[in-house]
């Protein structure tokens, strides 16, 4: 099971750190992708970390303003989210998958497990 949390509302430039806590498997054993969806919208992948080395990606739009880590001991990933915008908002899924290639990773039918999702709104 994975378990998101940590949304809420914020202001433009405001930060938020999203917790994906993990419990029936060891996370280090699953690739883990963030993802949205904004209403209206499809869901987009947002940031991956692998399960073998730890590499980390992230799309285009919150390169160099969020940050996905994993912490081991408390089978959790996080990721934190700075420079928060508008076009931010959205609900933010975890998903996780013992086996996934590079090519598939921001496809959300490529993850066997998804969270229930947290509601991140960025609002003046």
């Known amino acids: 099971q994975l378990q998101a949390s940590g949304g809420g509302s914020v202001q433009p430039g405001g930060s938020l750190r999203l917790s994906c806590a993990i419990s029936g498997f060891t996370s280090g054993a699953h690739a883990i992708g963030w993802f949205r969806q904004a209403p209206g919208k499809e869901r987009e992948g947002v940031s991956y970390?692998?399960?073998?080395?730890?590499?980390?990606l992230y799309s285009n739009s919150v390169k160099g303003r969020f940050t996905i880590s994993r912490d081991k001991a408390k089978n959790t990933v996080y990721l934190q989210m700075n420079s928060l915008r508008p076009e931010d908002t959205a609900v933010y899924y975890c998903?996780?998958?013992?086996?996934?290639?590079?090519?598939?990773?921001?496809?959300?039918?490529?993850?066997?497990?998804w969270g229930q999702g947290t509601l991140v709104t960025v609002s003046s």
């Open positions: 970390i692998s399960s073998s080395d730890g590499t980390t």
């Open positions: 998903a996780a998958d013992p086996s996934i290639i590079l090519s598939s990773i921001w496809a959300p039918r490529s993850y066997d497990h």
